[in-house]
């Protein structure tokens, strides 16, 4: 993926006269064509097994909470790809079989702010000012706190409810401390079978 990203960048480079650096633009598109295939894959892989709706509604919570908090990145596109169809499959067919309650909703939203607010957000450049450092914070808190909103508010199938709340909890796992070790040993360990089988 990323030697396609490289071509990719150096043609629009070329050809469109853009004022970034190559590796710039490289990075960006790599990052769009991960997103893009890996969604793909998630989405068909949830639609063969009949849990498209939950897939879903885990996978756009989760998307829309990362790009505001940051979050652990495996160390290439198969890893990544990899744990997250696993992550987000079992996340669809979690939620229809089990269910959510008000007190534990509460409990799980509680967490999730007090982590969030501690953690969030991750993987800053030391070129990302404090005070937009602060900004995705806040809007982290206020995702999450109008997540809550529409769980409790609007009259939404409990599964449906039930994987937004499971998608949400697996993206802010991954900002703790332990989330990001956790992921860090699956990523060798899919680097390790992969290096096995190749």
Avoid at 66 to 89: A, D, E, K, M, P
Avoid at 102 to 127: D, E, G, N, S
Avoid at 177 to 194: C, E, N, W
Wanted: aromatic share 10%; proline share 2%.
């Amino acid at each position: 993926m990323k030697q396609l990203a490289d071509r990719l960048a150096a043609a629009l480079v070329r050809e469109a006269s853009f004022e970034r650096p190559v590796e710039v633009v490289a990075y960006g598109l790599e990052i769009i064509l991960n997103i893009t295939v890996q969604t793909i894959i998630i989405m068909l892989t949830a639609y063969l097994l009949n849990i498209f709706l939950t897939v879903l509604a885990a996978l756009i919570s989760a998307i829309i909470f990362r790009s505001l908090s940051g979050g652990t990145h495996c160390s290439n596109f198969y890893s990544c790809t990899i744990l997250s169809t696993s992550v987000f499959i079992a996340i669809g067919y979690l939620a229809l079989k089990v269910s959510i309650d008000m007190y534990l909703l509460v409990a799980v939203y509680a967490i999730m702010l007090l982590a969030t607010a501690i953690w969030a957000p991750v993987k800053m450049q030391k070129a990302l000012i404090k005070r937009k450092a602060v900004i995705l914070k806040i809007c982290s808190l206020a995702f999450l706190m109008l997540m809550f909103g529409i769980s409790t508010a609007i009259q939404l199938q409990e599964e449906l409810i039930t994987a937004t709340t499971m998608g949400l909890t697996w993206q802010v796992f991954s900002i703790t401390p332990l989330g990001t070790y956790m992921i860090s040993k699956a990523d060798k360990s899919f680097q390790y079978v992969r290096k096995g089988v190749c």
